[in-house]
C-alpha cells in the first residue's frame, strides 16, 4: 500500500520489521503448516502525518472473529474502565436519559459501570460481549442508522483500543455522522506513538494496531470528516496513551490541552523523519542488549522463563529472534492461549501454576504494562531469590 488509508495522500515507509505472523494468532501444533505471515512495515503520510501499516491483513486471515476475546485479566484495566465511566456520569452524561455506545467493547466493564447507574448504553460488536446489550456488527453507517432509529442520538461513543485496529476509519466516521448527538462526543483511547517514541515502546507495532496516533494526525483525521479534536487526555495504562475527544464541527472549543499537546508534538519533532530514525536506532539496541543478556544468562546455566503470552510479544520474539532455545516456555493467565505455541517463534504457553513449579532464576517480563500488577502478585518470585528482566524503555534487570 502506498497510499494513506484516512486521506490517500503519499506514504513514505519509516521501518521494515520483517516477517511477522498474526500477534494473536496462537498455534495448535498440528496447525503449524498453515500459519500465516506478512511483512510488518510502517509508513508515514506525507500530507495529514498519520503513521500507520503499510499492508492490510486481508480480513479473512485476522483472527477475530471464531478466536475468543482475550480479556488482558487485569484489575487495574478493570478499574480504570470503571472510573472512566464513573467519571462521566459527573461530567458528559448528565443530560435526562443520556445514551451510551461502546465500540468493541473490551469485557464490558465502562458500560456495566453506566448501567448500575441506570444510563442507557448498548455495546456494538461483532463478535458480542456477555453481561451487556450488544449490536452485533460492525460500528458504520448501516449499524448506526438502525441503532438510532431504536434508541435516538447517542451523547457519547466510546472505544478502547479499537480505532487504531481499524483501517477503515471513514466507516467509522459515516457512522459517527448518523448517531451522535449534536453535542455529543466520540473519545476514544489508543497507543501514542509520542510515548513509543519517549520510551522505545516498540512492541506497540504489531497488526492490530494500523494506526499510531499523534494530536496531530488525529486533529488533521477529524478535520477531514467534517469533525474536530476538541479534548485530549494522557492516559498511564498499556505503556501510555492518549484519550481523544472529538466534537461536531461548531458544538465545542478545543481544550488548552489540545493546544499544549500540538506544541509538545512540535517541539519534540514527532513529525520527523530523523525522530523516527532514532527510534529505530533504540529498538536495535534493545534487541542486541536483550539477545546478549539472555544468551549470556543461558551459557552461565541460568533458567529463564517468558511472563505474559501478549500480542505485543509477537513484535519482541519475531523481531529480535526469542524462540524456545532463549525461552523455554512463557506463561499466561488467558486459558485458550495455554498449551498452544506462540505466533511465530513457537514458545509453548503454560498456566501460570507452572512458573512456580519450580521458579526460574530470570523472568521475562513480556506483558511489560502489567508490571506494578504482576510484580505484586509474584511477589514470592522475587522472594524466592528470582529477578525479572525488563526491556521497556531499555534493557533491565530489577
Ligand atoms: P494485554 O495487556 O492485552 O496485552 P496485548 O494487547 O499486547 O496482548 O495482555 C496481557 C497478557 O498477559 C494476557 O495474555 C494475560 C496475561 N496476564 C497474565 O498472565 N497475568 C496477569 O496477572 C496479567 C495482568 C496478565
Ligand atoms: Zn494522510
Not at 292 to 310: E, Q
Amino acid at each position: 500500500m502506498t497510499t494513506c488509508r484516512v486521506c490517500t495522500g503519499p506514504l513514505r515507509e519509516l521501518a521494515d520489521f520483517g516477517r511477522q505472523p498474526l500477534s494473536q494468532a496462537f498455534v495448535r501444533p498440528e496447525d503449524l503448516a498453515t500459519e500465516f505471515f506478512y511483512q510488518l512495515v510502517v509508513g508515514r503520510c506525507a500530507d495529514c502525518a498519520m503513521v500507520q501499516l503499510m499492508q492490510e491483513i486481508p480480513p479473512d486471515k485476522m483472527v477475530h472473529e471464531g478466536y475468543p476475546y482475550h480479556p488482558a485479566n487485569s484489575t487495574v484495566m478493570r478499574k480504570h474502565f470503571q472510573d472512566t465511566a464513573t467519571r462521566w456520569l459527573e461530567t458528559t452524561l448528565t443530560g435526562p436519559d443520556p445514551f451510551a455506545i461502546e465500540i468493541g467493547c473490551n469485557d464490558g466493564v465502562t458500560l456495566r459501570t453506566l448501567g448500575e447507574a441506570g444510563v442507557r448504553h448498548l455495546a456494538v460488536d461483532p463478535s458480542g460481549v456477555t453481561g451487556v446489550p450488544v449490536h452485533r456488527a460492525f460500528f458504520n453507517s448501516e449499524s448506526a442508522a438502525e441503532i438510532r432509529a431504536e434508541h435516538g442520538p447517542a451523547d457519547i461513543v466510546y472505544a478502547a483500543n479499537t480505532i487504531c485496529a481499524q483501517p477503515d476509519v471513514a466507516s467509522i466516521f459515516a457512522g459517527l455522522e448518523v448517531l451522535l448527538a449534536p453535542d455529543g462526543l466520540f473519545v476514544f483511547e489508543d497507543p501514542y506513538l509520542g510515548e513509543m517514541l519517549a520510551r522505545t515502546g516498540f512492541d506497540q507495532i504489531y497488526d492490530e494496531h494500523f494506526y499510531y496516533f499523534t494530536a496531530q494526525s488525529v486533529q488533521a483525521m477529524a478535520d477531514s470528516f467534517g469533525m474536530r479534536l476538541v479534548d485530549v487526555e494522557r492516559l498511564p495504562v498499556h505503556g501510555g496513551q492518549i484519550r481523544y475527544s472529538i466534537a461536531r464541527r461548531g458544538s465545542r472549543l478545543p481544550s488548552v490541552a489540545v493546544k499544549e499537546l500540538l506544541a509538545e508534538e512540535e517541539a519534540a519533532g514527532l513529525a520527523d523523519d530523523t525522530t523516527f530514525a532514532q527510534f529505530v536506532s533504540q529498538i536495535d539496541a534493545t534487541k542486541d542488549a536483550l539477545l546478549n543478556l539472555l544468551t549470556d544468562l543461558g551459557d552461565k546455566g541460568h533458567s529463564i522463563v517468558g511472563y505474559g503470552a501478549t500480542a505485543k510479544s509477537a513484535t519482541t520474539a519475531n523481531y529480535f529472534g526469542i524462540g524456545p532455545d532463549l525461552v523455554p516456555f512463557v506463561c499466561d493467565s488467558t486459558p485458550s492461549k495455554q498449551g498452544t505455541l506462540t505466533p511465530g517463534m513457537h514458545i509453548p504457553v503454560r498456566p501460570p501454576a507452572e512458573f512456580a513449579d519450580p521458579y526460574p532464576d530470570y523472568a521475562l517480563l513480556f506483558a511489560w504494562n502489567h508490571a506494578d500488577e504482576i510484580m505484586a502478585k509474584e511477589k514470592a518470585f522475587r522472594d524466592a531469590g528470582g529477578k525479572w528482566i525488563l526491556y521497556v524503555p531499555e534493557v533491565r534487570i530489577v
